[in-house]
């Protein structure tokens, strides 16, 4: 995740606004609470402005499951600004926009043998 951002880049997340490498690794411990999350990263826009800046809109929704089989989904954009380095482009300040969020039960699980499809945790070294 830190990749996506220049040494120095800024991140306001509402909650917290400050250095990205800091939201880096806060994302990563405040996720930990969940049994499981996903973050789908959907349409993307970008303007050049010239060659060395470009500004942005990424919309996202993310799951995230809860113990007790309570999913919470967030809806947002990213509003990015852009700067190319050496060559390289990535996000020099970002401002993460909630647009609505919902919390549901989970009912019953589809019916198909998910058992026999690979875990998500398999990749990550997990059991």
Request: with cysteine; aromatic share 10%.
């Amino acid at each position: 995740m830190l990749s996506a951002y220049h040494d120095g880049a800024t991140d306001d997340h509402g909650m917290f606004v400050g250095s990205a490498a800091d939201l880096c690794a806060r994302v990563v411990t405040s996720h930990r609470r969940y049994e499981a999350t996903m973050h789908c990263v959907l349409n993307h826009s970008i303007d050049i402005v010239d060659d060395t800046h470009a500004t942005g809109e990424v919309y996202n929704v993310t799951y995230l499951l809860r113990a007790g089989r309570q999913l919470d989904t967030w809806w947002g954009r990213y509003l990015d600004r852009y700067e190319c380095r050496d060559g390289r482009w990535a996000i020099v300040h970002r401002v993460c926009v909630h647009e609505w969020t919902r919390t549901e039960p989970l009912g019953d699980a589809m019916p198909i043998q998910a058992q026999l499809f690979r875990q998500g945790r398999e990749d990550r070294g997990g059991s």
